[in-house]
């Protein structure tokens, strides 16, 4: 971590043991017990959506997909390489704004009522059934200068909570980004097969069954790719959480 990273992340932390906790969005000193850092008020404007109402399998919500649990007509035209993906609902509003706190400030405490609320939102598709042969749970890994400048990963910790729900270790050393050739003059399955080699996977996710967490999903390319590393390297089925897409 850099110097200027390591002085940010001991200020956040002193703040933390010096000022009374306030909401992330609004400032008010009396945030709720539940979700973290975050206001009642504030809670109730983030837009989440109902997984219920949602494609399984792209995470748009009904008014985009179709009626019910069903696959969209896009997933059914072409399916992702993943089994299923549930986010929280659309990056914008006070659920944009607290990922833009986590990722450009960086503001790491951003990331406390996002990961209660990935955690509750797995706990409830894995009453319903959904999630409950999870075996590993792995974030999106940032590219190493963005990590270096940014001083953590913060598809790391919105995933804090899952293990507890989900009875399956989070392990992000399994997944690195590598240094990448450029693109340019390289066909679309040429492309596809150089993305996914941006990504190093430990060779023990041969055989499990994964869960990829990301914070946003904007073309859905780098889960994509990180989906098809996993798939090159014998993982058993894929599944996604993400905190918010664009579209």
């Known amino acids: 971590m850099s110097v200027g990273r390591l002085i940010g992340a001991f200020g956040e932390a002193l703040a933390d043991l010096l000022l009374p906790e306030l909401c992330l969005l609004c400032a008010s000193p009396e945030p709720g017990p539940w979700p ?16 219920a109402s949602s494609c399984p399998v792209c995470g748009l919500p009904a008014a985009m997909a179709t009626f019910g649990r069903r696959r969209c007509l896009a997933c059914r ?29 960086p503001l790491r405490a951003a990331a406390l009522p996002l990961a209660d609320l990935l955690a509750a939102y797995a706990a409830s ?3 319903a059934g959904e999630l409950v042969d999870v075996d590993l749970i792995l ?4 590219a190493r200068d963005r990590l270096l400048r940014r001083g953590f990963n913060q598809a790391t910790a919105l995933a804090a909570g899952l ?5 399956a270790p989070l392990r992000p050393g399994w997944a690195r980004r590598v240094d990448l050739v450029h693109q340019v003059g390289r066909g ?3 492309r596809r097969r150089l993305a996914a080699s941006a990504f190093q996977i430990d060779a023990r996710v041969m055989g499990r069954r994964v869960l990829m967490v990301d914070d946003v999903i904007t073309t859905g390319a780098t889960l994509t790719a990180f989906a098809g590393a996993l798939r090159a390297a014998g993982a058993r089925e894929l599944r996604a959480l993400a905190a918010a897409r664009t579209a």
């Open 36 to 51: 973290r850092r975050l206001c009642r008020r504030c809670l109730g404007e983030l837009g989440l959506c109902d997984p």
């Open 77 to 105: 035209r072409r399916r992702p390489p993943w089994a299923g993906l549930v986010v929280l609902g659309p990056y914008q509003g006070g659920l944009g704004r607290l990922l833009r706190r986590l990722k450009y400030e």
């Open 125 to 127: 598709l894995r009453a």
């Open 139 to 142: 974030p999106v890994p940032l």
């Open 163 to 167: 293990p507890q729900v989900l009875g």
């Open 188 to 190: 679309r399955a040429a």
